[in-house]
């Protein structure tokens, strides 16, 4: 029954991944972009010494991050009114409301932002929030930010609303009856036992925007992150160059989910 | 037939866990010139019923973009051609393309075309089965862009001049001192081109204010002015606020005032100046990098007869007239400029005026051996560049 499936894990995701890293130490002419047949190391050199290379890296993180906290900090209330307070009702109906965004693409939500967040010229043009309170981050950063977090936040809340669904409602009365008040509650019951949905959230939302380079481009401005760096090589085309700069951000997962891992979030997947 | 290995790029579920990149597969043959489909061809066939081919924005109509705009439908019907087109949004994207082997043809400039022909993506063009060839203006002919050793490797499609596009309400560009000057009242709403290429206007730049640098050709720098074209472009860099690829980016940007000055294509301004009627179009009097195109037939062409009636219908006179006019560019065919809608078309954009093109630097590679013909110095080539704008870009 298993065979097929396996199979298909083996040869078609490992193996793609494993040419990917051999395909990095190909040396290519450097006039019409075709291999050589030589190996070389310099692609990853370059990639891993260049300062420039190592800042994308970092800024890159350091949006994933961002990405990952501010859908957290969203998840948190948002999952524990629904799950906790609202009415029986309600609930399905805000689950649903909650994972309608996955049903639409993703083009037209990254557009549908950028239409909101457009900056236009002085005192002319400009998006959504331009016209309702005068005032809009423009492409950049905070805009890439902003974007990402609304296209991955479906994903930090599901798992943190199951974590939350799973809590009895008894050990929250026994908190209580011990005396502490619903901040000491949430800080030493519930928060404790949702590390590991919090920790299973975070690796979609901080995966997916690491990866991004579409929200870059639609919102970003002239940001760049380390998908974009890879789309240009591979286009410049320099396949090896690019399968090289896919290694960081392929170490940067393995760490992430060995981390993941300790806090046991693939209990919760 | 030679085995090739390969590389086959990751599939979906790697692109959404890891570093996400397009999907693409390229061959890594050490680029053996297989010219055997076209070069053998003494004589047309009959049409394969499809063509594939890559192609800039604007150069094959087929009405979708506006109605009255379309040279191809008409071309379709006339050969049975069914006419499938990919966009190139830069040269590199289109060697990229070619190398996969899947499509019949290509509109290359000058810093692609180089590049194909030594590596065996393209076959030599049998002119002699193209009608329309007999009309090209001779000036277009058998250059170094588009032929090797005096064997031609396509036809010519069209030249121009790349343009400053501007928001007339924001003020007139002159010169293109207005794109880098950190003094320029546009800093911040600039739009830069998205590709090494872009290197060269910056060295015009460096032409114009620094002669002691002696940059004598915007593509032949050496390690010293190549250093002074980056550091031009690393000051612009905060003054930049597009660094556009896909033309419609550009188009978008202009018309919503997010840029309101930027290197640009005729055809965009066009396109923008349909919605927003303040976008115009200028050329630096300092001279401007450009393009001289050339149609060419990939060394695996599936569909070769369809190719070469698509080279054959392209410089038709009508055919050329109507890409010309839409994108606004000189014809190459002579007899195009009757059939021109605005009568002064050929005039207004010089097309048989090689006085004019003197100062249009048209796109070509950059090699180590210099080309403007110095020989005591050795030049930065095209990989240089790359690697460079990838670093600025980063």
């Known amino acids: 029954m298993l065979g097929a499936p396996l199979g298909?894990?083996?040869?078609?995701?490992?193996?793609?991944?494993?040419?990917?890293?051999?395909?990095?130490?190909?040396?290519?002419?450097?006039?019409?972009?075709?291999?050589?047949?030589?190996?070389?190391?310099?692609?990853?050199?370059?990639?891993?010494?260049?300062?420039?290379?190592?800042?994308?890296?970092?800024?890159?993180v350091a949006v994933a991050a961002a990405v990952t906290v501010l859908c957290l900090a969203v998840a948190l209330p948002v999952a524990f009114y629904v799950s906790r307070l609202?009415?029986?009702?309600?609930?399905?109906?805000?689950?649903?409301?909650?994972?309608?965004?996955?049903?639409?693409?993703?083009?037209?939500?990254?557009?549908?932002?950028?239409?909101?967040?457009?900056?236009?010229?002085?005192?002319?043009?400009?998006?959504?929030?331009?016209?309702v309170i005068g005032w809009s981050p423009g492409f950049g950063y905070v805009s890439v930010v902003l974007t990402l977090a609304y296209l991955w936040f479906p994903y930090m809340l599901m798992p943190v609303y199951a974590g939350l669904e799973r809590i009895p409602d008894s050990m929250l009365d026994a908190s209580s009856d011990l005396g502490a008040g619903a901040a000491r509650t949430f800080r030493s019951v519930i928060l404790p036992i949702l590390v590991p949905s919090v920790a299973a959230g975070s690796i979609f939302t901080f995966s997916l925007s690491l990866g991004d380079y579409i929200t870059v481009k639609v919102v970003g401005g002239t940001s760049q992150m380390i998908g974009n760096?890879?789309?240009?090589?591979?286009l410049a085309p320099n396949?090896?160059?690019?399968?090289?700069?896919?290694?960081?951000?392929?170490?940067?997962?393995?760490?992430?989910?060995?981390?993941?891992?300790?806090?046991?979030?693939?209990?919760n997947l | 037939?030679?085995?090739?290995?390969?590389?086959?790029?990751?599939?979906?579920?790697?692109?959404?866990?890891?570093g996400a990149c397009g999907g693409s597969d390229s061959t890594s043959d050490s680029g053996a010139s297989d010219t055997t489909v076209a070069a053998g061809m003494t004589e047309l066939g009959a049409g394969e019923g499809a063509v594939n081919l890559i192609a800039w924005a604007g150069y094959v109509e087929n009405g979708?973009?506006?109605?009255?705009?379309?040279?191809?439908?008409?071309?379709?019907?006339?050969?049975?051609?069914?006419?499938?087109?990919?966009?190139?949004?830069?040269?590199?994207?289109?060697?990229?393309?070619?190398?996969?082997?899947?499509?019949?043809?290509?509109?290359?400039?000058?810093?692609?075309?180089?590049?194909?022909?030594?590596?065996?993506?393209?076959?030599?063009?049998?002119?002699?089965?193209?009608?329309?060839?007999?009309?090209?203006?001779?000036?277009?002919?058998?250059?170094?862009?588009?032929?090797?050793?005096?064997?031609?490797?396509?036809?010519?499609?069209?030249?121009?001049?790349?343009?400053?596009?501007?928001?007339?309400?924001?003020?007139?560009?002159?010169?293109?001192?207005?794109?880098?000057?950190?003094?320029s009242k546009w800093a911040g709403k600039i739009s830069v081109y998205d590709a090494p290429i872009y290197i060269a206007d910056a060295a015009i730049y460096l032409m114009a204010t620094q002669p002691e640098l002696g940059i004598t050709n915007p593509y032949a720098l050496d390690q010293t002015q190549f250093d002074a074209a980056i550091a031009a472009l690393k000051a612009q860099k905060p003054m930049v606020g597009q660094y556009w690829s896909l033309y419609t980016d550009q188009?978008?940007?202009?018309?919503?005032?997010?840029?309101?000055?930027?290197?640009?294509?005729?055809?965009?301004?066009?396109?923008?100046?349909?919605?927003?009627?303040?976008?115009?179009?200028?050329?630096?009097?300092?001279?401007?990098?450009?393009?001289?195109?050339?149609?060419?037939?990939?060394?695996?062409?599936?569909?070769?007869?369809?190719?070469?009636?698509?080279?054959?219908?392209?410089?038709?006179?009508?055919?050329?007239?109507?890409?010309?006019?839409?994108?606004g560019e000189a014809p190459s065919n002579a007899k195009a400029c009757a059939l021109t809608a605005d009568k002064n078309h050929c005039t207004t954009y010089h097309s048989d005026d090689e006085e004019y093109f003197k100062d249009v630097w048209y796109w070509t590679t950059p090699t180590t051996e210099c080309l403007d013909g110095r020989t005591d110095t050795e030049c930065v080539p095209f990989s240089e560049w790359v690697n460079a704008w990838n670093e600025l870009r980063a």
């Not at chain 1, 040396?27 to 050199?45: A, M, P, Y």
């Open chain 1, 8 to 60: 298909w894990m083996v040869v078609v995701y490992l193996g793609s991944l494993g040419m990917l890293v051999v395909s990095a130490f190909y040396r290519l002419d450097e006039f019409t972009g075709k291999s050589t047949g030589e190996l070389t190391t310099e692609n990853i050199t370059t990639v891993v010494t260049k300062a420039v290379y190592r800042n994308l890296m970092f800024r890159s």
């Open chain 1, 86 to 131: 609202a009415s029986r009702w309600a609930r399905r109906g805000l689950i649903v409301a909650m994972l309608l965004p996955l049903w639409s693409g993703y083009l037209v939500k990254a557009y549908a932002i950028r239409a909101v967040l457009e900056p236009g010229s002085d005192g002319a043009g400009g998006g959504l929030m331009r016209s």
């Open chain 1, 229 to 234: 760096i890879i789309e240009r090589v591979l």
């Open chain 1, 239 to 267: 396949q090896p160059l690019a399968a090289a700069f896919t290694l960081w951000p392929f170490a940067i997962m393995l760490v992430y989910l060995a981390v993941m891992a300790r806090l046991r979030a693939f209990e």
């Open chain 2, 1 to 18: 037939m030679k085995t090739r290995a390969r590389i086959v790029a990751v599939a979906a579920l790697m692109t959404a866990m890891l």
């Open chain 2, 64 to 183: 979708s973009t506006d109605p009255k705009v379309d040279w191809v439908t008409g071309f379709e019907k006339e050969t049975g051609c069914k006419v499938n087109v990919k966009i190139g949004n830069t040269s590199d994207e289109m060697v990229e393309l070619m190398q996969s082997g899947e499509y019949d043809g290509v509109s290359a400039s000058g810093d692609a075309s180089l590049r194909l022909i030594a590596g065996g993506d393209v076959s030599p063009v049998n002119t002699d089965l193209i009608p329309n060839y007999a009309d090209v203006y001779a000036g277009l002919k058998d250059r170094q862009w588009n032929s090797k050793d005096g064997v031609s490797y396509g036809v010519p499609h069209g030249r121009g001049a790349n343009v400053m596009a501007y928001d007339t309400t924001t003020g007139t560009p002159t010169s293109i001192k207005d794109m880098f000057d950190p003094a």
């Open chain 2, 251 to 327: 188009q978008a940007a202009l018309e919503k005032g997010t840029v309101t000055l930027g290197t640009s294509w005729q055809v965009i301004v066009n396109l923008a100046s349909a919605n927003n009627k303040n976008i115009a179009a200028t050329k630096a009097t300092d001279g401007a990098t450009g393009w001289s195109d050339t149609w060419m037939i990939s060394s695996k062409a599936k569909h070769p007869n369809c190719m070469y009636m698509w080279m054959n219908h392209i410089i038709s006179p009508e055919a050329n007239a109507a890409v010309a006019e839409w994108f």
